[in-house]
């Protein structure tokens, strides 16, 4: 009986539970790509690769961090304490959680933009403005990797579509293919 408490332990005691069921939701995302409808003239890249690699880079993130913790468990005196430390510990995952619900709503340009500005801001960059210069710059990089690079469709988003704003975006993509 104690081998199998210490192994429940290391996924469900104070923050492993957290970041056990961040890990259960990223493999759920990830089989539910399967469901998506492949393109005919998919070859390499298209519409699951994207929120594929997001749920495979989610889980590797999950298993560095069971990594890092090992399996010596550290109780805190507190409820409150413990509660706490869960969710100070995972503010980037929650962020990233955050990211991946908002994606198909705000669009890739979008959603990303903001979520790399707030990790930036949250990693203790010191102006708003440097993590925002951070964020379109990684964004745009990004953004020209798997859009132009990859030939890869990004969802545009339902709330604000950034595709219809700059109509040079589509061009370049027109451009690029013929």
């Not at 923050?15 to 493999?27: H, K, P, W």
């Not at 759920?28 to 594929?52: A, D, H, K, M, N």
């Not at 468990?73 to 959680?97: G, K, Q, Y």
């Not at 960059?125 to 690079?149: H, P, Q, S």
């Amino acid at each position: 009986m104690g081998l199998v408490r210490k192994l429940v332990g290391i996924f469900v005691v104070e923050d492993r539970l957290l970041v056990t069921l961040f890990a259960i939701v990223l493999i759920l995302y990830g089989l539910g790509t399967f469901q998506i409808p492949q393109t005919v003239s998919e070859v390499i890249v298209g519409p699951t690769t994207f929120p594929r690699l997001i749920a495979v880079f989610g889980l590797i993130l999950c298993a560095i961090f069971f990594i890092q913790k090992g399996v010596e468990v550290v109780r805190l005196n507190s409820f409150s304490e413990r509660l706490t430390s869960e969710i100070v510990d995972l503010i980037p995952l929650w962020m990233a959680l955050v990211y991946v619900l908002l994606f198909e709503k705000l669009g890739y340009l979008t959603a990303t933009f903001l979520y790399v500005t707030i990790t930036m801001r949250y990693l203790r960059e010191r102006t708003w403005l440097r993590a925002a210069i951070y964020g379109l710059v990684i964004t745009i990089l990004m953004f020209c990797l798997f859009y132009y690079g990859l030939l890869g469709e990004l969802p545009r988003g339902e709330w604000v579509r950034l595709h219809d704003w700059f109509p040079i975006i589509e061009k370049i993509r027109s451009a690029i293919e013929n």
